[in-house]
C-alpha cells in the first residue's frame, strides 16, 4: 500500500440518508492505506443498519456504537482509538472527492506540514455550490511566520472554525483532551486551538476538495430553550478560550485580535439571545438568562475590552455593556416584537438602536 496509515474518523448521528455516500467517497479514495473509525452516536434512525451493512464487506471499517455523548467527545473517542499517523474528521451527512487524501497527503510530505487545510464545497437543495475562497494558490505559513494571514483566518473569520478539511498529524492533537468535555457547540473550533498552538507550520490548500452538506434536516429545525442555553454557555466557554490565545501566539498586535475576539464572542451571544426569543421563554426566565450572562465572569472580561477607548469605530457609539443593561430593562417591549432572523453583530444593534 502507498504511503502510512492515514486514520478518516466518521462521526454519524442520525444521517441515514447520506452515511452510504459518506463512506463510499472515502471506500473509493485513490488513497487506499486507510482506517476508517466510524462513531455512531445514539443514531435513532437506520443509520447502524447502513454503516453495518458497508463495514461487513471492507476490513478497514471499525464501527463503534454507544449512547449519544455528543460531538466533541466523539471526535476525542475517534483521536484515541486512531493508529494512523495523520487524522481527517468526515461527518456522516458529509463526503469528499475521490483524491481528496492523496492529494492532502501528497501536499503533507512536499511541505512538511503538520497541518494541511483544503477548501470545501456547499451541497445545497441538490445543487453544488462553491462559496467564495479566501485562497487561490498553496500557502504554507510556519510557526514563526504566521502573521497576519493565519491570525486573521483564525481570529476575523470563521473559516478555522471547523476540524473537517483538515489533516492533521496526531502528534500535535494531543491536548484536545483538555477541552471540556460537555462541550457540544464550537467544538472544534475548542479543539483547533489546541491543535494550532502545537503545531509547528500550516498549510493552506485552495482545492474544493470536502463536499458539506447544507440538506441535513436537522441544521434547519428549531432548537429548544435548553438547546439554545447550552449553546450560550458553549459559546462564553469557546470565544473565551480564543480570547485568551492572544496571550499564547506570538502575536506582534495582539490588542487588535483581542479586540476581535471579543466581538466575536459578542456577536454570537448576540444571536443566540434573538433565537432565545423564538422557544417561548418567559419574560422573567428571559431576563434572569441576560443578567445571568452579563454576570458572567469571562463575558464581564469581554465588556471591559470592547469599552475601552480605542475600542473600534463600529462599536463607539454603542457601549455594549450599557446596551444590554438597557435590552433588560425594556424585555417587556422588546418580547413583544417579531425578531427576524438576524445574522450580524451590526445589524442586531441597529434593530435594537430602533426598538430603543
Known amino acids: 500500500m502507498k504511503g502510512e496509515l492515514i486514520s478518516i474518523i466518521v462521526l454519524v448521528y442520525n444521517t441515514d440518508q447520506y452515511v452510504n455516500k459518506c463512506l463510499k467517497s472515502i471506500l473509493n479514495q485513490t488513497y487506499s492505506n486507510l482506517e476508517v473509525i466510524v462513531i455512531n452516536d445514539g443514531s435513532t434512525d437506520r443509520s447502524s443498519k447502513k454503516i453495518n451493512a458497508i463495514a461487513s464487506n471492507d476490513k478497514r471499517i471499525k464501527v463503534i456504537e454507544r449512547e449519544n455523548k455528543g460531538r466533541y467527545l466523539s471526535r476525542l473517542e475517534g483521536y484515541k482509538k486512531a493508529k ?12 469528499i472527492k475521490k483524491d481528496t487524501i492523496e492529494k492532502m497527503y501528497d501536499a503533507m510530505k512536499e511541505t512538511k506540514a503538520d497541518v494541511v487545510r483544503c477548501q470545501y464545497q456547499k451541497y445545497v437543495n441538490n445543487h453544488i455550490i462553491t462559496p467564495k475562497s479566501y485562497l487561490n494558490r498553496n500557502v504554507l505559513m510556519d510557526i514563526e511566520h504566521l502573521e497576519p494571514q493565519f491570525f486573521d483566518l483564525l481570529y476575523k473569520t ?65 432548537l429548544s430553550k435548553a438547546e439554545v442555553m447550552k449553546k450560550i454557555e458553549d459559546t462564553i466557554y469557546v470565544y473565551y478560550d480564543l480570547y485568551m490565545t492572544t496571550k499564547e501566539f506570538d502575536i506582534k498586535n495582539k490588542k487588535e485580535y483581542k479586540k476581535v475576539a471579543a466581538m466575536r464572542m459578542i456577536e454570537k451571544l448576540s444571536i443566540l439571545v434573538c433565537d432565545l426569543l423564538k422557544t417561548g421563554i418567559s419574560k422573567k426566565e428571559f431576563i434572569d438568562t441576560l443578567e445571568n450572562i452579563i454576570m458572567d465572569k469571562k463575558v464581564k472580561a469581554i465588556y471591559k475590552e470592547l469599552d475601552k477607548e480605542d475600542t473600534s469605530d463600529v462599536y463607539k457609539d454603542v457601549r455594549v455593556y450599557d446596551l444590554t443593561k438597557r435590552v433588560i430593562k425594556n424585555s417587556d417591549y422588546m418580547l413583544n416584537k417579531k425578531f427576524a432572523q438576524l445574522y450580524n453583530y451590526n445589524k442586531l444593534f441597529l434593530n435594537f438602536k430602533k426598538i430603543f
Open 84 to 95: 494512523g499517523k495523520y487524522i481527517f474528521y468526515l461527518d456522516g451527512d458529509d463526503w
Open 158 to 222: 470563521n473559516y478555522c472554525n471547523t476540524i473537517c478539511k483538515q489533516l492533521m498529524k496526531k502528534s500535535v492533537m494531543k491536548d484536545i483532551k483538555d477541552v471540556e468535555e460537555e462541550l457540544n457547540y464550537c467544538e472544534d473550533l475548542a479543539c483547533n486551538l489546541k491543535i494550532y498552538k502545537n503545531m509547528k507550520s500550516i498549510l493552506f490548500m485552495p482545492d474544493e476538495l470536502y463536499i458539506y452538506n447544507f440538506n441535513h434536516s436537522y441544521k434547519k429545525r428549531r
